[in-house]
């Protein structure tokens, strides 16, 4: 009776030591735990400070960001090596980024909040089934106008090359593919064409305004809104928060969507393959996805986002402003920039690096 009593008291425990072996050994791995520090790499001022502040405040990450100047100094970048964890990037370059293994794919397990995205921003073209990227903010160039100091009223692209406004027309500097398309709307051809006899007539047509037209910087809102508010700069290409910062400044500074279609673009987020701190990216990209932090960064910066869910918390006076929430009817002819082929992309830097020479 001893010996049996024993023995099954040490069945009985061996038993309960498997199964809480057992139970341990299949349980979800835990989350490593947040990085010390997280590298955003963006346009200037593009997401608000006062965010990436609640951010660290609740993750205790600290959150650098590093500034480029164009797409193309981000893609050199990445290119090269550098190492970011996330990157703010037109959705028309995905498609290079991926084809030249430069992205991770996302885990979206860590990454709930995707959820609020759009259905009509999600399985573009760019990245099916969004492999790579999440769907940030996007908007309309279209064209900043001083109403005041105009003759007529300016309704086409093809007003920056009148005359009477030489010297005072102003493009971007960093975005030639958006300055390139325009051209081509103006003359009655797609934004996207890669056709060789389209592309010389646009780069001939942009010679024509070579000698009188001023180089902005398309996230130098201040430089941009001064200039407008001055009468320096009476037509220009821009945004809709172009607008709104200007117009604290002069209120006769006006948006105009072109009667040849508008441009559209839209910004993604991606996490580079070479990205040390992927789960971090992931849950910093959750963040931002949250309804409320989508909506106080549109309420800052005056970008709709792709996040539905966040509209209960925009400022209705944002919401409601047709010059940053287009309606349908003033999209229906607009043109979304959408990626080129390797042909497509080569005739384009040499279309900009003639114009910048003045060579035709």
């Given at each position: 009776?001893?010996?049996?009593?024993?023995?099954?008291?040490?069945?009985?425990?061996?038993?309960?030591?498997?199964?809480?072996?057992?139970?341990?050994?299949?349980?979800?791995?835990?989350?490593?735990?947040?990085?010390?520090?997280?590298?955003?790499?963006?346009?200037?001022?593009?997401?608000?400070?006062?965010?990436?502040?609640?951010?660290?405040?609740?993750?205790?990450?600290?959150?650098?960001?590093?500034?480029?100047?164009?797409?193309?100094?981000?893609?050199?970048?990445?290119?090269?090596?550098?190492?970011?964890?996330?990157?703010?990037?037109?959705?028309?370059?995905?498609?290079?980024?991926?084809?030249?293994?430069?992205?991770?794919?996302?885990?979206?397990?860590?990454?709930?909040?995707?959820?609020?995205?759009?259905?009509?921003?999600?399985?573009?073209?760019?990245?099916?089934?969004?492999?790579?990227?999440?769907?940030?903010?996007?908007?309309?160039?279209?064209?900043?106008?001083?109403?005041?100091?105009?003759?007529?009223?300016?309704?086409?692209?093809?007003?920056?090359?009148?005359?009477?406004?030489?010297?005072?027309?102003?493009?971007?500097?960093?975005?030639?593919?958006?300055?390139?398309?325009?051209?081509?709307?103006?003359?009655?051809?797609?934004?996207?064409?890669?056709?060789?006899?389209?592309?010389?007539?646009?780069?001939?047509?942009?010679?024509?305004?070579?000698?009188?037209?001023?180089?902005?910087?398309?996230?130098?809102?201040?430089?941009?809104?001064?200039?407008?508010?001055?009468?320096?700069?009476?037509?220009?290409?821009?945004?809709?928060?172009?607008?709104?910062?200007?117009?604290?400044?002069?209120?006769?500074?006006?948006?105009?969507?072109?009667?040849?279609?508008?441009?559209?673009?839209?910004?993604?987020?991606?996490?580079?393959?070479?990205?040390?701190?992927?789960?971090?990216?992931?849950?910093?990209?959750?963040?931002?996805?949250?309804?409320?932090?989508?909506?106080?960064?549109i309420n800052e910066h005056y970008y709709p986002m792709a996040n539905e869910a966040a509209e209960p918390f925009i400022d209705p006076?944002?919401?409601?402003?047709?010059?940053?929430?287009?309606?349908?009817?003033?999209?229906?002819?607009?043109?979304?920039?959408?990626?080129?082929s390797v042909d497509g992309q080569q005739r384009y830097l040499e279309l900009w690096e003639r114009f910048l020479a003045k060579t035709?």
């Amino acid at each position: 009776m001893f010996f049996s009593s024993h023995l099954n008291r040490f069945l009985i425990t061996s038993i309960l030591i498997l199964v809480l072996v057992g139970c341990t050994g299949s349980s979800e791995p835990t989350a490593p735990p947040p990085a010390d520090e997280l590298i955003l790499y963006d346009w200037a001022e593009d997401v608000p400070q006062s965010v990436l502040d609640a951010f660290t405040q609740e993750y205790g990450t600290k959150v650098t960001y590093l500034v480029y100047e164009s797409q193309e100094e981000a893609i050199d970048q990445m290119r090269s090596g550098q190492a970011y964890d996330v990157v703010v990037m037109e959705s028309r370059f995905v498609p290079l980024l991926v084809e030249a293994n430069l992205l991770a794919e996302i885990d979206f397990g860590n990454v709930p909040n995707f959820k609020n995205i759009s259905a009509n921003f999600r399985n573009l073209v760019y990245d099916p089934d969004n492999r790579y990227s999440i769907p940030y903010n996007w908007g309309v160039t279209g064209l900043v106008v001083r109403s005041d100091l105009v003759e007529q009223p300016v309704t086409r692209w093809a007003d920056l090359w009148d005359p009477r406004y030489a010297g005072k027309i102003a493009i971007w500097a960093g975005q030639s593919r958006e300055v390139i398309a325009l051209t081509l709307k103006s003359l009655g051809f797609s934004g996207n064409t890669e056709d060789p006899r389209e592309l010389q007539a646009a780069l001939d047509h942009l010679l024509e305004i070579r000698p009188h037209v001023l180089f902005i910087e398309d996230f130098g809102l201040a430089e941009s809104s001064d200039l407008m508010a001055s009468g320096q700069v009476v037509i220009s290409m821009g945004y809709a928060t172009d607008v709104i910062v200007g117009q604290t400044k002069n209120p006769d500074i006006t948006f105009v969507m072109p009667e040849e279609g508008a441009l559209m673009w839209n910004d993604t987020f991606v996490i580079p393959a070479n990205g040390p701190h992927k789960y971090t990216a992931e849950l910093f990209l959750n963040f931002l996805l949250r309804p409320e932090i989508s909506a106080q960064m549109i309420n800052e910066h005056y970008y709709p986002m792709a996040n539905e869910a966040a509209e209960p918390f925009i400022d209705p006076a944002i919401r409601d402003n047709p010059v940053i929430y287009p309606p349908d009817e003033v999209l229906r002819n607009a043109e979304l920039i959408v990626p080129l082929s390797v042909d497509g992309q080569q005739r384009y830097l040499e279309l900009w690096e003639r114009f910048l020479a003045k060579t035709g």
